[in-house]
């Protein structure tokens, strides 16, 4: 009876606020969260494509576990612990304005929540439904997206194998919180279609079965699939760990088993993966996955120069390097949780049908992978309790070095949350298939502090901010000795009303090869963004303004205006955006989120002097029907060709129009 009262209470005190405070959509959320590191990696482009589809299939607040809340980069582990337990104790969430009631929560997080999350009636039992049941009550969603260029390559003309457009088809199959399958058939412009060596069709399919939480079976993958165990530190390919998205998730870790949905066509797995509930707190995990991939091999035709991982085969060099080799992984996890304690040991091993054998006469190349065979083994570990949140993993491989990460978070005070996270990635250090939380990319060759932390000074504010320093002991591209580079940043949004704004800076410096080679010299580079934000209810507008300035022996400037649009009347949503880029070369260049069409990123890059534009229009017919159309154009003002090679394109402007269809059964 309490609990209801407070939540009317709640609900009561909330109806002001909420009126005149709408939900900022997470897309929105996640271009902020977004650098230009980010923007250039994959792991960002499958947590975007991940998000996408939670958005579409709403998790049940009575039924999802730890697992599935993990999945949200925006939630610490202090809000997942706190959510878990309000719910036991509770023993059922009637309404999401109960989510007003965990201290831990602030009203950001709860709106962007509200977003994956929902409250559906109640049910019996949580079991695995019969066949029957799963064809009957299961949902159907087929999304197909065409891409129309209105321009020509030079490969377009001659050295392409294929035509000049872009298509993919996504089918989508989920019943209740436990099913999900899917099939993912994906085309590049410029590959062949029907024709040479896809003669059956598209150039990629994906296809998978994965079940949630069926009785002591907690995740099963069956087909294409991919990991995160621990902090990734020697098994990660399937999530992004940029540095605001770390100080977001407080350095929490944890096990995951996600189906490649995704139109990626490396950094997957194919096979099989399982973890399963051997008792009260203690899971198994066990993995095994065969696959053949794409490499450029050496002179003698039989060694691997480079792994590939771009997925094109537009011509008849890239198809002779499409699927040459093969590689074999096995592995497994035992990780067990009580009262706050984790702790967890991963094994895995990895085979190649060819041996890696990389040109190491250029030094920074000295410690890249080679061999034909690899192992790695790690003990993660963790506790988190009331304020306090500590988490790592140390691990080690064929070469038998010994690298290690470690953070630990502590809300100070009720509006201020620091974070501190350590690295040590020797660079004999060799993990095939690691990714965590690195400046220089990889899991190697770096050493180094971060330090973070979350402020919310006062009602609507929010202030986060980081520096990271590190070290690489051995040289690197561009850095012909041992380097160091620094890294600050400070970003602070308000929101009031309808209003919101956003303030952000960025100084990062790098050592690097001066002209001559003869010593190391810093390359300096500020960031800053401006935004204003406005929400009407049915129409919302965005103005936003990006700085970049690098000096490294020079000076380079550039600056983007930005101006969004959307206007909604019904099932129509009218979305506009027009900007004008200048800057002085490619170092000073400017990425901009760009929204468009569903499960698709786009972070584009601007340099030289310039304009952007796009239109866009969506249609929902009733709840089963979605079409959408995006028209988008750049044009150039200081240039009279775009782009190299047969990816050169004559003239000053270049037209995509995109058109994307959802049917849902």
């Given at each position: 009876?309490?609990?209801q009262?407070?939540?009317?209470?709640?609900l009561?005190c909330?109806?002001?606020?909420?009126?005149s405070?709408?939900?900022?959509?997470?897309e929105?959320?996640?271009?902020?969260?977004g650098?230009?590191?980010?923007a250039e990696?994959?792991?960002?482009?499958?947590?975007?494509?991940?998000?996408?589809?939670?958005?579409d299939?709403?998790?049940d607040?009575?039924r999802?576990s730890r697992?599935d809340?993990?999945r949200l980069?925006?939630?610490?582990?202090?809000?997942?612990?706190?959510?878990?337990?309000?719910?036991?104790?509770?023993?059922?969430?009637e309404?999401?304005v109960?989510?007003?009631?965990i201290?831990?929560m602030?009203?950001?997080?709860?709106?962007m929540?509200?977003q994956?999350?929902?409250?559906r009636?109640e049910?019996?039992?949580?079991?695995?439904?019969?066949?029957?049941?799963l064809l009957?009550?299961?949902?159907?969603?087929?999304?197909?997206?065409?891409k129309l260029p209105?321009?020509t390559r030079?490969?377009?003309e001659?050295?392409?194998?294929g035509?000049?457009?872009?298509?993919?088809l996504?089918?989508?199959?989920?019943?209740t919180?436990?099913?999900k399958?899917?099939?993912?058939?994906s085309?590049?412009a410029?590959?062949?279609?029907?024709?040479?060596?896809?003669?059956?069709g598209?150039?990629?399919?994906?296809?998978?079965l994965l079940?949630?939480?069926?009785?002591?079976?907690r995740a099963?993958?069956?087909?294409?699939?991919?990991?995160?165990?621990?902090?990734?530190l020697?098994?990660?390919n399937?999530?992004?760990?940029?540095?605001?998205?770390?100080?977001?998730?407080?350095?929490?870790?944890?096990?995951?088993?996600?189906?490649?949905?995704?139109r990626?066509?490396?950094?997957?797995?194919?096979?099989?993966?399982s973890?399963?509930?051997?008792?009260?707190?203690?899971?198994?995990?066990?993995?095994?996955?065969?696959?053949?991939?794409?490499a450029?091999?050496?002179a003698?035709?039989?060694?691997?120069?480079?792994?590939l991982?771009?997925?094109?085969?537009?011509?008849?060099?890239?198809?002779a390097?499409?699927?040459?080799?093969?590689?074999?992984?096995?592995?497994?996890?035992?990780?067990?949780?009580?009262?706050?304690?984790?702790?967890g040991v991963?094994?895995?091993?990895?085979?190649?049908?060819r041996?890696?054998?990389?040109?190491?006469?250029?030094?920074?190349?000295?410690?890249?992978?080679s061999g034909s065979?690899?192992?790695?083994a790690?003990?993660?570990?963790?506790?988190?309790?009331?304020?306090?949140?500590?988490?790592?993993?140390?691990?080690?491989?064929?070469?038998?070095?010994?690298?290690?990460?470690?953070?630990v978070s502590?809300?100070?005070?009720?509006?201020?949350?620091?974070?501190?996270?350590?690295?040590?990635?020797p660079?004999?250090?060799?993990?095939?298939?690691?990714?965590?939380f690195?400046d220089?990319?990889?899991?190697?060759n770096?050493?180094?502090v971060?330090?973070?932390g979350n402020?919310a000074?006062?009602?609507?504010?929010?202030?986060v901010?980081?520096?990271?320093v590190?070290?690489?002991?051995?040289?690197?591209?561009?850095?012909?000795?041992?380097?160091?580079?620094?890294?600050?940043?400070v970003?602070?949004?308000y929101?009031?009303?309808?209003?919101?704004?956003?303030?952000?800076?960025?100084m990062?410096?790098?050592?690097?090869?001066?002209?001559?080679?003869?010593?190391?010299?810093?390359?300096n580079e500020?960031?800053?963004?401006l935004?204003?934000?406005?929400?009407?209810?049915?129409?919302?507008?965005?103005?936003?303004?990006d700085?970049?300035?690098?000096?490294?022996?020079q000076?380079?400037?550039?600056?983007?205006?930005?101006?969004?649009?959307t206007?909604?009347?019904?099932?129509?949503r009218?979305?506009a955006?027009?900007?004008?880029?200048?800057?002085d070369?490619?170092?000073?260049?400017?990425y901009?989120?760009?929204p468009?069409p569903l499960y698709?990123?786009?972070?584009?890059?601007?340099?030289?002097?310039?304009?952007?534009?796009?239109?866009?229009?969506?249609?929902?017919?009733?709840?089963?029907?979605m079409?959408?159309a995006?028209l988008?154009?750049?044009?150039?003002f200081?240039?009279d060709?775009?782009?190299?090679?047969?990816?050169?394109v004559?003239g000053?402007s270049?037209?995509?129009?995109?058109v994307?269809?959802?049917?849902?059964l």
């Amino acid at each position: 009876m309490l609990r209801q009262l407070l939540a009317l209470s709640i609900l009561l005190c909330s109806v002001v606020p909420l009126s005149s405070q709408t939900l900022k959509s997470w897309e929105e959320y996640f271009s902020q969260m977004g650098q230009r590191e980010d923007a250039e990696s994959e792991g960002w482009e499958q947590t975007y494509e991940e998000l996408s589809e939670m958005a579409d299939h709403k998790l049940d607040l009575n039924r999802c576990s730890r697992e599935d809340l993990q999945r949200l980069p925006f939630l610490s582990a202090q809000q997942i612990m706190d959510l878990m337990e309000y719910r036991d104790r509770a023993r059922r969430i009637e309404s999401v304005v109960e989510l007003r009631l965990i201290p831990s929560m602030e009203w950001r997080d709860v709106e962007m929540l509200l977003q994956f999350v929902e409250v559906r009636p109640e049910v019996r039992r949580d079991t695995l439904p019969s066949l029957r049941q799963l064809l009957r009550y299961g949902r159907h969603e087929l999304v197909g997206t065409l891409k129309l260029p209105f321009y020509t390559r030079r490969g377009d003309e001659n050295g392409y194998l294929g035509y000049k457009y872009k298509h993919w088809l996504r089918y989508t199959f989920t019943s209740t919180q436990h099913v999900k399958a899917g099939l993912v058939a994906s085309q590049d412009a410029g590959e062949p279609f029907f024709a040479g060596r896809n003669s059956l069709g598209y150039d990629f399919y994906s296809a998978y079965l994965l079940l949630r939480d069926v009785g002591r079976i907690r995740a099963l993958a069956l087909g294409r699939y991919r990991l995160r165990l621990g902090m990734g530190l020697i098994m990660n390919n399937s999530f992004g760990l940029g540095k605001l998205n770390t100080l977001a998730m407080l350095g929490r870790s944890g096990n995951h088993i996600y189906a490649h949905s995704s139109r990626l066509e490396a950094n997957y797995l194919q096979g099989a993966a399982s973890t399963v509930t051997l008792a009260r707190g203690l899971d198994a995990t066990a993995f095994v996955s065969w696959r053949q991939i794409d490499a450029t091999l050496n002179a003698d035709s039989t060694t691997v120069a480079t792994l590939l991982r771009s997925g094109y085969h537009r011509t008849e060099s890239e198809m002779a390097r499409r699927r040459n080799t093969s590689q074999l992984l096995t592995g497994g996890n035992l990780n067990f949780f009580s009262r706050g304690f984790h702790v967890g040991v991963t094994a895995l091993y990895t085979s190649f049908s060819r041996e890696l054998r990389p040109d190491v006469s250029t030094l920074y190349r000295r410690w890249y992978a080679s061999g034909s065979r690899f192992w790695n083994a790690s003990i993660d570990y963790g506790y988190i309790s009331g304020r306090l949140n500590v988490a790592g993993e140390t691990a080690t491989g064929t070469r038998g070095s010994v690298a290690t990460i470690n953070s630990v978070s502590y809300q100070l005070l009720s509006n201020l949350s620091l974070m501190a996270l350590q690295r040590y990635y020797p660079y004999q250090f060799c993990a095939v298939f690691g990714e965590s939380f690195a400046d220089g990319g990889a899991v190697n060759n770096e050493s180094g502090v971060y330090l973070g932390g979350n402020w919310a000074p006062m009602r609507g504010m929010a202030v986060v901010f980081y520096t990271d320093v590190a070290y690489f002991a051995w040289p690197r591209y561009q850095a012909s000795a041992a380097s160091h580079s620094w890294d600050h940043f400070v970003q602070m949004t308000y929101e009031r009303g309808a209003w919101d704004f956003l303030a952000r800076y960025r100084m990062k410096c790098r050592e690097l090869d001066n002209d001559a080679k003869t010593a190391l010299i810093y390359r300096n580079e500020h960031r800053a963004r401006l935004a204003l934000g406005y929400d009407g209810g049915s129409w919302t507008t965005r103005t936003q303004a990006d700085m970049s300035l690098c000096a490294f022996g020079q000076h380079s400037f550039g600056y983007m205006m930005t101006e969004n649009a959307t206007y909604r009347y019904g099932p129509l949503r009218l979305q506009a955006t027009l900007g004008f880029f200048h800057t002085d070369d490619y170092s000073s260049r400017v990425y901009v989120y760009e929204p468009g069409p569903l499960y698709q990123f786009s972070f584009p890059s601007f340099y030289g002097e310039g304009l952007r534009w796009a239109l866009s229009v969506r249609a929902d017919v009733g709840s089963r029907t979605m079409m959408m159309a995006k028209l988008g154009s750049t044009r150039y003002f200081d240039r009279d060709s775009m782009g190299s090679g047969l990816q050169q394109v004559m003239g000053r402007s270049m037209t995509d129009l995109e058109v994307q269809l959802r049917l849902k059964l």
